[in-house]
């Protein structure tokens, strides 16, 4: 595939002014090309964005469809934890179900990591 874009993703500061939902690091968009999907790329893209929130806090924060069972799997297989579900969190509603709050303690994931050298 080359020269062609894969896939794209992005994690920024959000404060989304809720009591459900911290301000904080959060994943955001991410998007694998249809042919270049189920190997690996989102992951890829995840991990690198895990490290760019890492150089500057100590959790990382996302916001899941409930009914997007591969991504909810894909942060879960990174160590996130489910904190909420709600019909609206911060400014992102889902009509005709819920939203998943996730987080992920990247203190001891790098903890984890220097263990294992």
Not at 76 to 104: M, N, P, Y
Request: hydrophobic content about 45%; glycine content about 10%.
């Amino acid at each position: 595939m080359d020269g062609q874009l894969l896939g794209w993703s992005r994690a920024h500061w959000w404060e989304p002014a809720d009591a459900t939902a911290p301000a904080g690091y959060y994943l955001a968009g991410i998007e694998v090309a249809r042919g270049c999907r189920h190997q690996g790329a989102g992951r890829s893209l995840t991990e690198a964005r895990l490290d760019w929130i890492a150089q500057r806090a100590s959790s990382a924060w996302c916001v899941v469809n409930a009914q997007n069972a591969a991504s909810l799997a894909l942060h879960r297989s990174l160590g996130f934890e489910e904190v909420a579900r709600a019909a609206q969190l911060g400014t992102v509603v889902f009509s005709g179900g819920s939203g998943v709050l996730l987080s992920k303690d990247l203190v001891s994931s790098r903890s984890a990591a220097k263990a294992q050298v």
